[in-house]
C-alpha cells in the first residue's frame, strides 16, 4: 500500500466514525447509544489495524464495527428501563441517575434527600428511590453502596458513619427483598469530596451516598 494512502483512508474513516459517534445524540437511548459509539470506534480501530499490517481496511472496518457495536451494547435493555425508571422515582429530589463509562448504573444520592447530619437515619424522601432500585431487580444485578460524608469532624467519626450510612441502605434493600450477599458497602468518610468543604453547600454535596447497579462482567 502507499504510504502516501493511509492517512488519507484514515481521515475517510476518521470522518464515518464521527458520523457514527453523532449518531449518538440525546433522542437515542442509553443503549443505543453505547451501540452506535461502540460500532464507530471499533470500525476505526479495525481499519486502522487492517491498513497497518496490509489487509482489506474496509473489511477490517466491518468487522470492527460489529464488534465494538457489542461491546457498546453491553448496556442491557434491562438496565436502560431500570435507569428511566430510577430517573421517574427521582424526578425533583436532586438524586443523579446516570450510567457510567464502564457500564455501571450510578445513583448520586445528596444529603437532602439520604442522610441528616451526623446521622445514618434514611430519610422518607430516599425510600421511593431504594424501593425502586429492589423493584424487580434482576437476581444476577449487583448493588454497591458507598458513603461519604463532609469533612467536620475527625477520621474517626466520619469513617464509620459513613459506613453506617452504607449498611443502612443495604438493609433497607434486604427487608425489600433483595439479597444482603448481592449488596457490596464501603465507607469512604470525608476521603472522596466532589465539592469544597469550606462552604455549606460544598459540605452539604459531599454529604451523600452512591449506589451502583451493575451486571455479570461489569467492575464493582
Known amino acids: 500500500m502507499n504510504p502516501l494512502q493511509f492517512p488519507r483512508r484514515a481521515g475517510v474513516l476518521a470522518l ?3 458520523t457514527l459517534f453523532a449518531a449518538g445524540c440525546s433522542s437515542m ?3 443505543e447509544r453505547g451501540t452506535a459509539q461502540g460500532a464507530g470506534a471499533g470500525a476505526v480501530a479495525g481499519a486502522v489495524i487492517g491498513s497497518m499490517t496490509g489487509g482489506n481496511a474496509g473489511r477490517s472496518a466491518a468487522i470492527g464495527g460489529v464488534v465494538g457495536a457489542v461491546a457498546g451494547n453491553l448496556w442491557s435493555k434491562r438496565m436502560e428501563d431500570k435507569r428511566e425508571a430510577l430517573a421517574r422515582a427521582s424526578q425533583g429530589t436532586g438524586v443523579e441517575v446516570a450510567r457510567t463509562d464502564d ?3 450510578k445513583l448520586n444520592v445528596p444529603s437532602d434527600v439520604s442522610f441528616d447530619t451526623g446521622r445514618a437515619d434514611i430519610r422518607p424522601q430516599m425510600r421511593p428511590v431504594l424501593d425502586e432500585i429492589g423493584r424487580n431487580l ?7 453502596v458507598v458513603g461519604h460524608t463532609d469533612s467536620t469532624g475527625s477520621d474517626q467519626i466520619n469513617d464509620p458513619l459513613s459506613r453506617e450510612r452504607a449498611m443502612a441502605v443495604r438493609d433497607y434493600l434486604a427487608a ?4 444482603s450477599s448481592r449488596v457490596s458497602i464501603a465507607g469512604r468518610g470525608s476521603h472522596e ?3 469544597s468543604n469550606d462552604t455549606d453547600a460544598g459540605r452539604a454535596a459531599n454529604r451523600r451516598v452512591e449506589i451502583f447497579l451493575s451486571e455479570p ?3 464493582g
Open 193 to 195: 469530596p466532589v465539592a
Open 29 to 31: 437511548s442509553e443503549r
Open 176 to 179: 425489600r427483598g433483595v439479597s
Open 103 to 105: 457500564n455501571r448504573l
Open 217 to 219: 462482567g461489569q467492575s
Open 16 to 18: 464515518a466514525a464521527a
Open 138 to 144: 434482576d437476581a444476577n444485578v449487583r448493588v454497591t
